[in-house]
């Protein structure tokens, strides 16, 4: 079955980096993903990272990707307080499009 | 990006009553939507696949019945929660698929349902 892990809250300081981790246990996943949700909003997608890769950068955020221990990261660099939010990983065979699995989301706090 | 609004953001009722939320992608068209529910501090679980034209998917244990999806236009979803009770009081959040210069999936902004 499919099951995505996630850590539950991480707490930095602003301006320090985040590293935010996901494990996922179905390797037939083709595209892995890292949206972000506000309090009582809906999903942002931040990035994505197709399985064939190991590292994708879009300005202040890297994912990695380690397909052989199935474990797969959001660093965001310089963070600032409005990135406090709950992001969650997620996970699907074939394109964007496709159903999605979700981890069980982390919630990220920036203190000053 | 694509935008996908859904309607009401927020609905109260009593137990026993149906209520129905919209899903609408606003500058696309979407044959495939989708519908999830989040409580509290959780993740999203996806509860059904919504076809336009053709009958909804439904994930294992979710109640067809219960939760009535309708996917009549390519740019509009309905769930309906039918004779809703207070343990159905969770947070609704649609998205849209947009294959339209790619294949990506849209979120709608969610609704908040509170059964009384």
Redesign the interface.
């Known amino acids: 079955g499919e099951d995505v892990e996630q850590s539950l809250f991480l707490s930095v300081r602003e301006g320090d980096s985040s590293v935010i981790n996901c494990t996922y246990t179905d390797s037939s996943s083709t595209y892995l993903y890292w949206?972000k949700q506000e309090p009582?909003?809906?999903?942002?997608?931040l990035t994505y990272i197709f399985s064939n890769m190991d590292m994708k950068q879009d300005q202040r955020l890297t994912v990695l990707l380690n397909k052989k221990d199935k474990h797969l990261s959001l660093r965001i660099a310089d963070t600032q307080t409005g990135d406090s939010a709950i992001y969650?990983c997620a996970e699907s065979f074939?394109?964007?499009?496709?159903?999605?699995?979700?981890?069980?989301?982390t919630q990220l706090k920036v203190e000053l | 990006g694509a935008v996908v609004s859904q309607h009401p953001s927020r609905v109260i009722c009593k137990s026993g009553t149906s209520v129905k939320i919209e899903c609408r992608s606003l500058d696309f068209q979407a044959t495939t939507m989708f519908w999830y529910r989040q409580f509290p501090k959780q993740s999203l679980m996806l509860m059904a696949t919504s076809n336009e034209g053709s009958k909804a998917t439904y994930e294992q244990g979710v109640e067809k019945d219960k939760f009535l999806i309708n996917h009549a236009s390519l740019t509009l979803s309905t769930l309906t929660v039918t004779s809703a009770h207070p343990e159905d009081s969770s947070f609704y959040i649609c998205s849209a698929r947009d294959m339209s210069g790619g294949d990506t999936q849209y979120f709608g902004p969610g609704t908040r349902l509170t059964v009384l």
Do not use: I, V
């Open positions: 949206y009582g909003a809906g999903l942002q997608l969650f074939g394109g964007g499009g496709n159903k999605l699995t979700f981890g069980t989301g």
